[in-house]
């Protein structure tokens, strides 16, 4: 029999991003005015990572808000503004951090745990909340999110 485990689309991609926010901000009120190139990749790699914090932030508010079309359509824009921050350090989070990856932005399929066969892992992070969010459904299934 398969067990179902299903955790929160949002709460997982919150605490994917939390250790890179805490780990790589702890340094940067030490960044100089006169900075290496080196310096200037992790200072945009920062503000990258704090606004998208901010902003899956502000979908988990919107979210908790209220599940109508008003929300439905600024939760649909948020995702875009995330997903575009995302974007723009994807390139340094795919190489500094690649087993993460899958959790912030993986298929959105199924996969079973190479241990446990019957064990499910059900997908998470921006694909799966992408399909939530455009399928043509009028409410939002928060569970899922």
Do not use: W
């Not at 649909?76 to 500094?96: D, I, N, P, S, W």
């Amino acid at each position: 029999m398969h067990t179902r485990l299903l955790p929160p689309a949002f709460l997982i991609l919150f605490l994917c991003l939390l250790p890179f926010i805490t780990i790589q901000c702890a340094n940067e009120s030490a960044m100089r005015a006169s900075q290496t190139a080196v310096q200037q990749v992790r200072t945009r790699y920062l503000e990258n990572l704090h606004t998208l914090d901010s902003l899956v932030g502000e979908m988990q508010t919107a979210l908790h808000n209220g599940n109508s079309e008003r929300t439905k359509e600024q939760l649909r824009t948020l995702f875009r503004e995330a997903r575009l921050a995302y974007k723009k350090t994807e390139y340094l989070v795919e190489y500094f951090h690649p087993y993460t990856v899958r959790s912030i932005n993986g298929p959105a399929l199924e996969d079973i745990e190479e241990e446990d066969p019957d064990r499910l892992i059900y997908p998470t992070g921006f694909q799966v909340i992408d399909e939530i969010l455009f399928a043509g459904e009028d409410a939002i299934d928060e569970q899922r999110m």
